[in-house]
């Protein structure tokens, strides 16, 4: 079985940049595909991420750079994958908790983040430095405790506002 997960914003105004992933452990390689709608032309930019590492949350362009949040099986956890679109050359970096949607900052190697810890869910909005073998971590702010309805749409970045969507518990009860 195959799927495409779109996986991100336009870089430009004509192109597009899709993870096509093979939803098969043990299967083909991930491909991070860019897709010109103008010129209604596809490339492969990269094919070096094991069909262990699945891309169905958050991903941005910052400049030159693909970034992805991956669940990976090798790593037990989540990894940020960055991509170089002119040469295809791949970084991947373990991260601990949840990762959810990603933002482009000003900075080279630093992202907005939307991340979660503990079970339920707490999340919070943080600033993501990569570089080395683990990034580093600032909380910038934290959600109060909400119903997680488990979907990874429920968080959008808009301007310089994190917005998020949350379930709500019915009237008079304790459980969701």
């Known amino acids: 079985m195959r799927c ?5 914003v336009a870089a430009s105004a004509h192109k597009a940049y899709v993870m096509k992933v093979s939803q ?15 010129a209604q032309t596809e490339r492969v930019i990269n094919s070096d991420l094991t069909a262990e590492t699945d891309f169905v949350k958050g991903s941005v362009v910052c400049g030159n750079t ?10 037990g956890g989540n990894v940020i994958a960055q991509v170089d679109i002119s040469t295809g050359n791949l970084t991947v970096t373990r991260v601990g ?3 959810y949607h990603l933002k482009c900052t000003e900075q080279a190697n630093e992202l907005l983040a939307v991340v979660a ?5 707490e999340f919070a909005l943080a600033k993501l430095t990569l570089g080395g073998e683990y990034p580093a971590t600032d ?12 979907w990874v ?24």
């Open 4 to 8: 495409f997960i779109l996986s991100v």
């Open 153 to 176: 749409q429920s968080f959008t970045f808009s301007g310089n506002e994190l917005q998020a969507n949350f379930a709500v518990k019915k009237r008079g009860s304790d459980t969701a």
């Open 117 to 121: 810890a503990a079970s339920p869910p």
């Open 24 to 38: 098969v452990i043990g299967g083909d390689n991930s491909q991070l595909l860019e897709i010109d709608t103008e």
């Open 66 to 75: 693909w970034y992805g949040i991956g669940s990976s099986m090798q790593f």
């Open 139 to 150: 909380i910038i702010g934290k959600f109060p405790a909400v119903l997680w309805d488990g």
């Open 97 to 99: 908790g949840l990762w």
